[in-house]
């Protein structure tokens, strides 16, 4: 399991797939301004200047709303999962 690094988190996308009225297969993200993810690790926060510790905002399990197109997508294991900051997160699902 990944382990991120400040205000970093580790998110897993749906993967949603549309179809146009023919028939024909769209990709899911393509035209969308954000997508969702579900956390699977969030890293401990950021420093400020004064050395205080500021904690996320999400924590694992949360569905989230990300930017399209952020991150660094990586393979843990058999899973392929995106590393992103955590102000990438544009909104938490509820």
Do not use: C, Y
């Amino acid at each position: 399991m990944l382990k991120p690094l400040g205000d970093r988190v580790v998110v897993t996308f749906e993967e949603v797939e549309e179809k146009s009225v023919g028939g024909f297969v769209l990709a899911g993200a393509s035209h969308e301004a954000t997508q969702t993810a579900t956390v699977v690790s969030v890293g401990q926060g950021i420093r400020t200047i004064t050395g205080d510790l500021v904690t996320p905002s999400v924590a694992v399990g949360d569905k989230v709303l990300v930017e399209n197109g952020s991150g660094i997508d990586v393979k843990d294991g058999d899973q392929k999962v995106s590393i992103i900051r955590e102000s990438d997160i544009v909104a938490i699902v509820e």
